[in-house]
Nanobody, 119 residues
Framework: QVHIVESGGGLVQPGGSLRLSCAAS????????VAWYRQTPRKQRELVAS???????NYTDSVKGRFTISRDNAKNTVYLQMNSLKSEDTAVYYC?????????????WGQGTQVTVSS
């Protein structure tokens, strides 16, 4: 059984920073890709940032230059450093771990953590 747990969400003022953590049971290397998604009641879940097993990263355009995804293999944790936060970053953030086996993708999700950017 794979468990993913997010933490680090909260309330922050515009321009502030938060760091989200995604901890996985076992080794983080089990996943080919670990990603952060976010969702609001009015929008579909969207990919925010991802990091591959090899360390390659990818970001959605709206967060480039503000967010950084990283991993600490020793702690089996992936982080999302969020700087210069805007009100439109308000959402529930979900961590996703994906593995690929014989052409089939297996997704594992955490329960989500709320990020609210408001003055």
């Amino acid at each position: 059984q794979v468990h993913i747990v997010e933490s680090g969400g909260g309330l922050v003022q515009p321009g502030g920073s938060l760091r989200l953590s995604c901890a996985a049971s076992g080794t983080i290397f089990r996943f080919n890709v670990v990603a952060w998604y976010r969702q609001t009641p009015r929008k579909q879940r969207e990919l925010v940032a991802s990091i591959t097993r090899g360390g390659s990263t990818n970001y959605t355009d709206s967060v480039k230059g503000r967010f950084t995804i990283s991993r600490d293999n020793a702690k089996n944790t992936v982080y999302l450093q969020m700087n210069s936060l805007k009100s439109e970053d308000t959402a529930v953030y979900y961590c996703n771990g994906a593995t690929f086996l014989s052409g089939t993708r297996f997704d594992y999700w955490g329960q989500g953590t709320q990020v609210t950017v408001s003055s």
